[in-house]
């Protein structure tokens, strides 16, 4: 049972896992996007997530191609797909394909874990979130 | 005390191999000793990948034992700290070397001492890297006796109360049962994370094993949270000795913070921290010591900076723009140790607490 119980707590460590922290900062809630329009810009998947909605959408910025999701039990995940070519490998190795999950409450969700690398990035749990706390110490 | 620590070891953070389990009771811990130990050590090099050959010398080295850490002597890469994270096992985390023309990354790694005091045993890997962008691996065995036995007198010796001696002892007391904490604690937020996973009607109404799954993970978090609960207030109690003698100590402030950190006491945890960073010198050359270390763990074979890498002047200008954490206005801090304090925000407790070593190093 216990050896059981261990191989489950491992695989749940993995990026499927997802944090109990709620966020607690508040954040004023976006107006839902049009639900006959695809979302594929940054603003209609924050006002999606807010609302808890289920949401897939992949977006190349100048830094690289992110991967965002939102569920109906208001767990947001981010993923590091790729990064832009000027990078090293080494830290192309540390980052992409990466990911890391956020829990929050309906209504307040923080658009920094969208908008920016690293803020919010708190509440989550994953191998993205490690090693941006890891990285930061060189910025 | 522990429950589930083999669940932890398998998940783990990076900076620090895992916590081996505990030996068996032993007459002697070198956990316990302040003094120098003599070694001879026979160290076993393989530079195959180096172009180079397995060699074998023998050295004689001392070790430098107060209580819960140690300094080996230069077995080829300079000396180096330790911690104990048991009895008779020594932990030497990763570190970066100066290794002319280049530089050298080893691995962390653990001394395993005999419960006889007679022999230890480790080894480690290491990764070369050239001024000129080459770089080749290779591995360290090290397999030390002594003829001296355990030393005479096991007990702590008596220090001066107020002494750099005895705060140092402290310290490392106090962390020692932190450390207990923060394992508990990170088991704790594992059980919850599952919890919150599986412990759903549609997953678990048909099914038996997520049923019983639920059951034992929270039977776990009971058990990890009163464990907590017995072992906190002590915890706080040692670290407040501490603070009560010398209230901006760098160690025992940082320490305090991630305390405070995994209690949820945001406020708290910020306060500590800032009186930590107010002791500049030590806090850059803290800074400095965890660079080397997270480049050493990540592998990284120069450090990324804003000149080099668009990724950290991207990480630096959103980092720059933050104001809470948390929920709470965090400000700003110096220029020069800001890079360590947004370090301390968003790292696992456990790194964070035992990346900046003790005083001293």
Known sequence: MMLTGVILLVIFAGCSSSSPQAQKNPVNATPAPSQNVPCMEKACFIAAANDCRDLNVTIQEDIGTFRYSSSPYCIFTKTLVSLNGTESREVRNLLEGKNMTCIYTKGKFDHRLVTTLIGGIEYCRGELKDNLARLVIFS | MIRGVLGISIIMVFFLVPVAAQTSPSPWSWNNYMGTSYWDVQVTENEASCGGGITTDTVSITISHNLDSAVMGNVGHGAAPGSFISNNILHMPSRTVSDPPGSSTLSAYDIFFTTDCGAFAGKYTWTYHGPDGYSCSGS?????????????????????????????????????????????????????????????????????????????????????????????????????????????????????????????????????????????????KTQKLVKQTVAGGLGLSEFPTTDNSYFIRRMSTDAAAIQSVYGIDVGKGEADTEPLRMFAFWNQPFDAVNVVGLPGY
């Not at chain 2, 090290?142 to 705060?167: D, N, R, Y």
């Not at chain 2, 009560?244 to 910020?270: H, R």
């Open chain 2, 140 to 284: 360290t065995a090290l397999s030390g006796t002594t003829s001296e036995g355990c030393p005479g007198v096991p007990v702590i010796p008596a220090v001066a109360s107020g002494t750099k001696e005895s705060f140092v002892a402290e310290i490392a007391s106090a962390r020692t049962d932190l450390n207990e904490d923060l394992m508990l604690r990170y088991y704790q937020t594992q059980l919850e994370d599952m919890i919150f996973t599986i412990d759903r009607p549609e997953l678990t109404i048909n099914d038996p094993l997520y049923q019983r799954n639920v059951v034992w993970a929270k039977d776990e978090l009971a058990a990890a949270t009163d464990d907590i609960k017995q072992l906190e207030p002590a915890v706080e109690a040692k670290y407040n000795a501490i603070l009560d003698k010398d209230p901006d100590n760098f160690w025992a402030n940082w320490d305090m913070a991630e305390l405070k950190k995994v209690q949820g006491n945001y406020q708290d945890y910020f306060s500590h921290t800032n009186k930590a960073l107010g002791n500049k010198d030590i806090a850059k």
